[in-house]
């Protein structure tokens, strides 16, 4: 299993982002999949999550209207498009595998990527 994101980097608050997370080794159209980050000095926290036929079952509440997790599973790909991002959402974001096709909850995941570091400074 191998899943490498990208995407990350400086954004001024109140700018987009858009990560992707290529995934490989496995049938990624089987498995949920989900965006954890983890600020500096925090601990991992759960952002979105996404089952295999697009059902989202979690947004943090502090994204809600701003950030959208999207699948293409026909390119083997995870989205998380970020819109009007703030300071607050500084982190390192990692796109994570679960173990089944419909939970995407942080206890069921068992692959993570590398991450990918977002910025959010004006």
């Known amino acids: 299993v191998q899943l490498v994101e990208s995407g990350g980097g400086l954004a001024q608050p109140g700018g987009s982002l858009r990560l992707s997370c290529a995934a490989s080794?496995?049938?990624?159209?089987?498995?949920?999949m989900s965006w954890v980050r983890q600020a500096p000095g925090k601990g991992p926290e759960w952002v979105s999550g996404?089952?295999?036929?697009?059902?989202?079952?979690y947004l943090v509440d502090s994204v809600k209207g701003r950030f959208t997790i999207s699948r293409d599973n026909a390119k083997n790909t995870l989205y998380l498009q970020m819109n009007s991002v703030k300071p607050e959402d500084t982190a390192l974001y990692f796109c994570a595998k679960s173990k089944y096709p419909n939970y995407a909850s942080l206890d069921g995941l068992d692959y993570w990527g590398n991450g990918t570091l977002v910025t959010v400074s004006s």
């Open positions: 996404i089952y295999v036929d697009g059902t989202i079952p």
């Open positions: 080794g496995f049938t990624f159209s089987n498995y949920a």
